[in-house]
């Protein structure tokens, strides 16, 4: 039996992406043109995803969310109950997970299926007592570890009302919040590749 215990999660054909402009790293331009190629139901399907972990000719979609509140960032250590094991004890800056049939219930497709995942990986992962606002403000790709070259990210900054933030999951541990400048500096090494991304990034742009 696979450790996915046969999950299935959404995929793009790597050849899509380069269709639209591979890219390392963070991309914004264009985002919206792309999430249309990669929400339309003729340029996506679902793969078992133990196939997919050693399938580099294809992408698995996550969403990948930021919460920030004014210029602090949540972040969390992933525990071992985890799914990926290559991520254990690194420190996150992202929540989310892969999109798997059960989004597609009440004949959604396409956009609908996504945006069902992000609000179940949400209310699986995270406790928010206060209001927020959300909006995707980038693409993410790293092709340079193993995880990263079967995955693709969907950057969402979530902008919270307050820091009342709790963990719902083992897999999300010591749940905190830090600034910018301590999460571009002391704890940087720290973090798991895309989280590094997304902190240059969320650097560079004013709160």
């Not at 969403?63 to 602090?72: A, I, L, S």
């Not at 092709?143 to 709790?166: F, S």
């Not at 999951?169 to 919040?177: K, N, R, W």
């Amino acid at each position: 039996m696979s450790k996915y215990a046969g999950e299935e999660v959404l995929v793009v054909p790597r050849a899509l992406m380069e269709e639209t402009g591979m890219f390392h790293g963070i991309r914004t331009e264009g985002v919206e043109a792309v999430m249309e190629r990669l929400l339309d139901p003729a340029n996506h399907f679902f793969m078992d995803r133990a196939a997919a972990e050693e399938d580099p000719s294809h992408k698995q979609l996550i969403p990948y969310c930021v919460f920030r509140h004014g210029d602090r960032i949540l972040h969390y250590t992933r525990g071992k109950s985890g799914g990926e094991a290559r991520l254990h004890a690194k420190i996150s800056v992202g929540v989310g997970g892969h999109i798997n049939p059960v989004d597609t219930g009440e004949g959604r497709t396409g956009p609908a299926a996504y945006h069902a995942a992000v609000a179940r990986e949400l209310a699986e992962e995270l406790h928010l007592t206060g209001g927020y606002r959300e909006s995707i403000i980038a693409l993410l790709n790293d092709d340079t570890n193993p995880v990263g070259q079967v995955h693709l990210g969907v950057v969402h900054l979530i902008e919270l009302d307050d820091e009342e933030v709790a963990s719902r999951e083992d897999a999300l541990c010591e749940l905190g919040f830090s600034s910018l400048e301590d999460l571009r500096g002391p704890l940087f090494e720290r973090l798991e590749t895309w989280s590094q991304h997304c902190i240059e990034h969320l650097a560079g742009q004013p709160v």
